[in-house]
């Protein structure tokens, strides 16, 4: 069983439309993550979520806007998309509040902005 | 502003040998420091902590020393093995609990 899985696990779209990422843990950790890794290989923390409420909202355009339904989902839905939104997006969770420092990490979804 | 260098991008190491992987911090508030191992298409797994309180913490083949005074911290693994090729991340934060600070990654080719 996949402890914290994302879909799709690619995704390639034109500029200008409207996506999203799935995210869902079956870990039963109570805060979930987004990072993006951009080309300079970086991870970079985006969002985070405890028990639904968010406590990280890092300097990331409102274009980008979470949505946890529950605590073991947190979708990533993004608007108007541009060529610079091109990354490797990867989801997370952790136990702990407010976050646990050993996050178990998605498989990533590639994001091709064309 | 890299707050976490790993200044190497790459190492090569012989199966058997000992693998140095480096990082260097600047927030003299990190206090927290974490490796991470990625495969390709796989996302980053948990490898081995340690705490500023600690100097050095062990687990198995994996070592972490921490220089406080160098803000520098290494990743040894002791014997290096083909399976040990990947992606090694360093990540800090500032109190245990708060968001990680990664840096951009070494990549380890164990050749045999």
């Known amino acids: 069983d996949t402890a914290v899985s994302q879909t799709p696990k690619y995704l390639v779209t034109q500029m200008g439309n409207d996506k999203s990422i799935k995210c869902e843990q079956n870990?039963?950790?109570?805060?979930m993550y987004w990072y993006k890794q951009d080309s300079k290989k970086f991870l970079k923390i985006m969002f985070s979520y405890n028990n639904k409420e968010l406590i990280i909202n890092e300097t990331v355009p409102n274009r980008f806007s979470p949505k946890s339904p529950d605590k073991a989902h947190l979708n990533l839905h993004i608007n108007s998309l541009e060529l610079g939104d091109s990354a490797v997006y990867f989801c997370?969770?952790?136990?702990?509040?407010?976050?646990?420092?050993?996050?178990?990490f998605g498989p990533g979804t590639r994001l091709t902005v064309l | 502003d890299q707050q976490v260098k790993q200044n190497s991008p790459s190492l090569s190491v012989q199966e058997g040998r000992i693998s140095i992987l480096n990082c260097d911090y600047t927030n003299s508030m990190f206090d927290y420091f974490l490796w991470y191992k990625k495969y390709p298409a796989e996302g980053p797994t948990f490898l081995i902590s340690i705490s500023s309180i600690k100097d050095k913490n062990e687990d198995g083949r994996f070592t972490v020393f921490l220089n406080k005074s160098a803000k520098h911290l290494s990743l040894h693994i002791v014997p290096s093995q083909p399976g040990d090729s990947a992606v090694y991340f360093c990540?800090?934060?500032?109190?245990?609990?708060?968001?990680?600070?990664f840096g951009a990654g070494t990549i380890l080719r164990v050749k045999s």
């Open positions: 870990l039963g950790h109570d805060t």
């Open positions: 990540a800090a934060s500032a109190g245990y609990g708060n968001k990680l600070v």
């Open positions: 997370a969770s952790s136990q702990g509040t407010p976050m646990g420092n050993e996050q178990f």
